[in-house]
């Protein structure tokens, strides 16, 4: 596709509940990033995918946290069990390897815990 | 290691005035260095970069940013600021000699442009 697209856009979860969120790169692009941000404040580096490998896995808050990607193209976010402490807007991008890196995001999925 | 440092959380500005949003950076190489814009509910965009040559880079919306190696730092500067340019802006790097597979991001600095 033309940019990096995520989804859902918006998902509203009871506290307790697993959700996974969905992102799908820019054709081509290696290395694939999942960040966290809440209410405009920074970003939350939580992952890193060069390929279908995770080199740093990092900024994962906690073990209810994973993530994964196949054919070196989509990822999926996983949160088992959710608290409210996770809601907040999560954000991929996407970046070519060969260059010069700079990443480009997508819309973001904002996730609500209830 | 790298990090990023974005001394200002607010800055604000007269439409017409030039502005500058600070960002300074700790690597153990050679950077690449790296600004985004978030407009009000949007997504954030790649703003500009510095890999090499001219430490004058220009970039989107007519913005630029200095790379200074002595004082570390890349400020991102215009000549006369926009209501428009209103939006929260980060710093990133990355040190290219280390092959870190990931940039860094500042805290972000707000700028808003009065009317």
């Known amino acids: 596709g033309a940019g990096v697209s995520q989804s859902p856009s918006n998902k509203v979860t009871e506290k307790g509940k697993d959700v996974e969120l969905r992102c799908d790169p820019i054709?081509?692009?290696?290395?694939l990033y999942w960040y966290r941000q809440s209410l405009g404040q920074g970003l939350e580096f939580l992952i890193y995918f060069q390929g279908n490998s995770a080199p740093d896995k990092s900024g994962l808050p906690s073990d209810r946290f994973s993530a994964e990607r196949t054919g070196g193209s989509v990822s999926t976010l996983t949160i088992q069990r959710t608290q409210q402490e996770d809601s907040a807007v999560y954000l991929c991008a996407s970046s070519n390897r060969q260059g010069s890196y700079e990443q480009y995001f997508g819309p973001g999925t904002r996730l609500t815990v209830t | 290691a790298q990090s990023v440092a974005q001394p200002e959380d607010q800055v604000n500005v007269a439409e017409g005035n030039p502005l500058t949003v600070k960002c300074t950076y700790s690597?153990?190489?050679?950077?690449?260095l790296f600004w985004y814009v978030q407009y009000p509910n949007r997504g954030l965009q790649f703003l500009l970069k510095y890999i090499t040559g001219d430490n004058l880079v220009k970039g989107s919306y007519g913005f630029e940013a200095e790379f200074n190696k002595s004082q570390t730092s890349f400020h991102l500067k215009k000549p006369s600021a926009l209501v428009s340019d209103s939006a929260l802006y980060f710093c990133?790097?990355?040190?290219?000699?280390?092959?870190?597979?990931?940039?860094?991001f500042g805290d972000g600095t707000t700028l808003t442009v009065k009317p």
């Open positions: 690597v153990s190489g050679n950077p690449y």
């Open positions: 054709s081509g692009h290696t290395a």
């Open positions: 990133a790097v990355r040190d290219i000699d280390t092959n870190a597979g990931k940039s860094t």
